[in-house]
């Protein structure tokens, strides 16, 4: 349980095959990259991890366990793209 938000993550059971990142989702920004993945992959959650798109932002996919797909997104600093 998330103590800021009052949620849960859940782990559902798909490969990184499974998610499909043009379909909808939900995006959040966050932080930080790194410490994205590690919390998602404590939990076993698959992610497909975009660290170095041409985006202006590090993205993360996930999966709820209602199938919907979830962005996790860090802004880069421009000089790094």
Known sequence: MHPAFDLQLHHV???????????GHLALGVKSFEDTVTRLKSFG?????????????????????DGNIIEFNVDRDPLER
């Open 13 to 23: 059971a798909l490969t990184v095959t499974d998610i499909d990142p043009p379909a």
């Open 45 to 65: 959650a698959a992610c497909l991890e975009l660290p170095d798109n041409p985006t202006p932002r590090a993205q993360i996919y996930a999966v709820d366990p």
